[in-house]
């Protein structure tokens, strides 16, 4: 009862009051109170009493509404932790029902859509009367309550349209059964109201006629798209035939109306195009019966009624957005190969059959002409932006935008067209390119925009065109002339002929015709020209640099003019979004030219500092600096160091999670990082302060893991001894916890780290990494892991017992006291593992470190490797039949052993010259004995050892036990 009395309605309108403040002091406490409320009992009917008395401040209400909406996703379903009392639960759906005529808009909306959020949990089942009380309502004769109930019913039935399972779905057909004709015949009745309403002089009554029948349509398109089983029924068909015809009507009345009438009759319209292309993507080959009318209905006015004054883009856009839909469903295309599976529904070929009968060659030609003659050529408005905001007009970028903008829109659909008709409409579309061919009159605007359409048409199915357009002899005897020109009347067609340029250069375009290319596009380039046309250039040359067939060396004598007109350009452009894409331009040339961009990149790397500050609000600009930055430094190598300074905070900023940008950054610092740690020739102090961020960068544990530890790798080949005294304390734990919940593949390069390590420091690196290593044999002895996983430990273990033998024995000593075994049980448990698992390793390197590892505990003295003399002997067998091979002259010499830095491999690209880590990692490679121990040398020592140290009684009773094949094999080996 305490409870119940501290959220009383007064003390609940009071806080309300207070958390609709504008006063920080008042509103945070209040807020505080009111999450503190939230499960108390009573709570939410104490904010529906603050709702109901409309004698309350509206914002106040507004608020109340507000929580308890918030209330219910938290707490109304049973199972939820502080779930409302059912007899809480009961009363506030008795007054949501009774509070159907709320006269505020803003209120009436949040109303609604409470009532559907508890609908979707509790209707019918615990709330059968809701949907009753809602029809009563939309029969009542007063429109304001006849409207309110609408709105309500809209957002029930959205809610319940959203439930998925089967039982679900299964209701909700029933309930489109008892209730859409009822629905149906209500909005045909309504329509009549908007009729005469729109002839009368009752502004206020068209308004609401307008607004009941837009949301009885959006009732009734739900129940349309998710309440048929088929739509092969009389009340479906009714309802799109109505769409169909009324959208004329809507169209007259938008034209007619002004201000919100206008906005509800373009809504209205916009809604009959919409229910076609929902009903089509969620229905396809049921959508089958209206196929035929559909495409029927886009065509009327996208080509028939194109120049109507009754049409609107958007409306225009969702026309073309069925039609390509259409276009490209593969539920309207039967199979094309003869080995596919026949269709099982039949449906699909006569929806194939509707398709191809609709697009009959005359069709199909018609609308291609249309869509490059009325809808291809710019605009009035575009022309203006060209003037008023070059760097906008200059990079419209499509992607998703097609399905919201005209043009992007027009030029999909129009690829979409050739795409499946290519035979019938390529032949149209040479036509045109050849009928606009010849010098332009630069005063005739209408031809230059005409010629402007047919070659945007040109390169947008270029691919389609291969056979049918000669795009080398059209370059030399046409483009190059007309992109030459100087008129700025001509500059529209200048455009979209460097933009065609781009479009074929990789499609069909000869390499030796690649210069004349570079030099039409720099002459476009020059400071002086027309923005737009400078940046379309620039565009063009990135497309053309980014082809399969670029030559660097055909690009060389054009390097340095490049380099400083794409720096003009970058220094000249305001927008943040257009020097990001000259920027990209300008990485794209660095990555192609590599190290040949040394003398040309003065300009730039002086510029970036700046530019960097200008972009701190830009991130996705601050993440085309740091690409740049990174092709930089690769191209500049070892001289990269000069760089740094602008370099190392920009990685520092970019991989602190601390700073917000982090989220946009991220994985081009890091790929920045990785390569300057690559071509840095020493580590500095600044490289090595910013590894401190590496530590939260690995608890982060996502798909930038793998750069993360190539990054560890290239620090510890910079200088291992400085990294594990700085930062080993941190590192080693973070590994180790890593190998815990990683993939195979990140196992493996932590290992190559602790390799790496142990071989840069082969008397301190195992103490420092011990924690570690005790995890590492921990996982190996238990022998859960993916093979190669195991693997890459007894990899590990061999090295450590190769580099630091003092240490391995104590170290296996700590472990087994850690285990409480014997050191000698533990031992011959590794030893078994380890002599196991050598048929399971794959990589040369891999198996002889084992056999070296193995061969040198002969002299051991240890019983566990006596006992497994032969099954060792074997392993040096295998192994050195693998490793060895024999010249012309008989000499046998060990293949993985090298001498020099030069010799030893590595992964690394073969095209690409060496980096600084290259030569690191190979001096690395040359300590490792499995590049500097000869076997054969090690087996004859090691064995000539043993027989010293046993005598010839013990030493021959060991050989007696090898199978004589495997000894007389050795022996051979031995005598070469």
Not at 795 to 821: D, I, P
Request: proline content about 4%.
């Amino acid at each position: 009862l305490c409870i119940v009395m501290s959220v009383s309605v007064e003390g609940v309108f009071d806080v309300l009051s207070r958390a609709a403040s504008q006063s920080l002091e008042l509103l945070k406490p209040a807020e505080q109170q009111l999450k503190e409320w939230e499960t108390y009992p009573g709570f939410y009917s104490s904010l529906f009493a603050v709702y109901s008395n409309a004698t309350l401040p509206l914002n106040v209400r507004f608020l109340a509404v507000l929580y308890i909406k918030n209330g219910v996703d938290r707490y109304w379903r049973k199972t939820a932790k502080n779930a409302l009392q059912e007899s809480e639960k009961a009363v506030l759906r008795t007054r949501l029902t009774d509070s159907i005529n709320e006269p505020h808009n803003q209120l009436a909306t949040q109303l609604a859509v409470l009532i559907a959020r508890i609908a979707r949990l509790d209707c019918p089942h615990h709330w059968p009367q809701l949907l009753p009380n809602l029809l009563d309502g939309v029969r009542s004769d007063q429109s304001l309550s006849q409207q309110r109930a609408l709105l309500m019913l809209k957002h029930v039935v959205a809610s319940l349209a959203s439930k998925r399972l089967v039982d679900s779905r299964k209701i909700f057909r029933e309930l489109t059964s008892s209730i859409f004709e009822f629905i149906l015949k209500l909005w045909m009745l309504q329509l009549e109201q908007v009729h005469v309403a729109a002839h009368g002089e009752d502004s206020g009554a068209l308004m609401l006629s307008l607004d009941k029948s837009k949301l009885a349509a959006k009732v009734l398109r739900l129940l349309f798209l998710y309440g048929f089983q088929s739509y092969d029924c009389e009340e479906a068909k009714a309802f799109f035939r109505l769409v169909v015809d009324k959208t004329p009507v809507f169209l007259h009345l938008r034209v007619q109306l002004a201000n919100r009438s206008r906005e509800l009759a373009e809504k209205t319209a916009l809604l009959f195009i919409k229910v076609m292309i929902e009903c089509q993507e969620i229905s396809p080959l049921d959508f089958l019966p209206f196929l035929k009318e559909s495409l029927e209905y886009v065509t009327h006015y996208v080509i028939e009624q194109r120049s109507s004054s009754l049409l609107f883009e958007r409306f225009v856009v969702h026309c073309f957005v069925l039609m390509k839909n259409v276009l490209k469903c593969d539920k309207y295309r039967p199979p094309r190969e003869k080995d596919e599976v026949a269709p099982s529904d039949s449906r699909i070929l006569d929806a194939y059959k509707v398709k191809m009968s609709f697009f009959s060659y005359e069709t199909l030609v018609t609308l291609c002409q249309t869509v490059v003659s009325h809808y291809f050529p710019l605009t009035r408005e575009e022309l203006d932006e060209w003037q008023s905001d070059p760097e906008s007009f200059a990079y419209q970028e499509a992607g998703d935008a097609w399905k919201y903008s005209l043009r992007p829109c027009v030029e999909v659909v129009f690829m979409s067209l050739v795409s499946e008709f290519r035979l019938a409409l390529c032949s149209s579309i040479v036509e045109m390119v050849n009928q606009v061919q010849g010098k332009l009159n630069p005063a005739d605007t209408q031809s230059v925009l005409l010629k402007d359409a047919v070659y945007n048409a040109a390169g947008l199915v270029s691919f389609d065109l291969f056979d049918d357009i000669d795009f080398d002899k059209w370059f030399t005897t046409h483009l190059v002339a007309e992109v030459s020109e100087r008129d700025a009347r001509l500059n529209v067609l200048r455009r979209r002929v460097l933009l065609l340029m781009g479009q074929w250069v990789g499609v069909k375009m000869a390499v030796d015709l690649r210069p004349a290319l570079y030099e039409t596009l720099l002459n476009c380039m020059a400071p002086g020209e027309d923005l737009v046309i400078r940046l379309t250039a620039s565009r063009t040359l990135q497309d053309a640099v980014d082809e399969f067939n670029f030559r660097t060396e055909q690009f060389f004598p054009f390097l340095e003019q490049t380099c400083r007109f794409l720096f003009q350009l970058l220094y000249e452009v305001e927008e943040c979004e257009t020097k990001m894409y000259v920027l990209q331009a300008f990485s794209l040339v660095i990555e192609r030219v590599g190290p040949e961009i040394q003398p040309h990149a003065s300009s730039l790397i002086q510029y970036l500092p700046e530019l960097w500050q200008q972009s701190a609000d830009h991130n996705l600009l601050q993440c085309a600096i740091a690409t740049t930055l990174k092709y930089l430094v690769q191209a500049l190598a070892a001289l990269s160091v000069s760089v740094h300074p602008l370099v190392i905070p920009i990685i520092q900023y970019g991989t602190n999670l601390q700073q917000e940008a982090h989220v946009y950054l991220l994985e081009d610092s890091l790929e920045l990082w990785h390569v300057t740690l690559i071509c840095s020739p020493h580590l500095s102090g600044e490289l090595l302060h910013i590894f401190a961020n590496m530590s939260e960068l690995l608890e982060l544990g996502t798909e930038n893991l793998r750069v993360c530890l190539k990054i560890i790798e290239s620090y510890v080949l910079l200088g291992a001894a400085q990294l594990m005294q700085l930062y080993g304390d941190v590192l080693v734990p973070s590994l180790s916890s890593l190998l815990r919940n990683v993939k195979p593949e990140a196992i493996a390069m932590i290992m190559q780290v602790v390799d790496s390590v142990l071989l840069s420091l082969p008397e301190d690196g195992p103490t420092l990494l011990k924690p570690l290593l005790m995890t590492v044999f921990q996982n190996m002895l238990q022998d859960e892991d993916y093979p190669p996983v195991i693997n890459t430990y007894l990899s590990v273990w061999a090295q450590l017992l190769l580099q630091n033998a003092n240490f391995f024995s104590g170290f296996l000593s700590e472990l087994a006291t850690q285990l409480q075994q014997q050191d000698t049980q533990l031992f011959n448990s590794y030893l078994d593992l380890w002599i196991d698992k050598l048929d399971t390793m794959n990589q040369p390197q891999q198996r002889k470190l084992t056999a070296l590892a193995l061969c040198s505990l002969l002299t051991s003295g240890i019983s566990g490797v006596t006992e497994r003399f032969a099954a060792i002997m074997e392993v040096c067998n295998v192994v050195l039949h693998e490793v060895h091979r024999c010249d012309e002259e008989g000499h046998v010499s060990d293949s993985l052993v090298t001498t020099s830095v030069h010799h030893v491999g590595i992964d690394s690209d073969e095209d690409e010259e060496d980096t600084a880590e290259d030569t690191r990692k190979r001096a690395l490679r040359l300590r490792d004995p499995v590049h500097a121990v000869v076997l054969r040398d090690l087996v004859a020592r090691k064995l000539q050892e043993l027989h010293s140290a046993v005598g010839d009684t013990h030493f021959q009773s060991l050989m007696d036990s090898v199978d004589a094949e495997t000894k007389q094999q050795l022996q051979a080996f031995l005598d070469a």
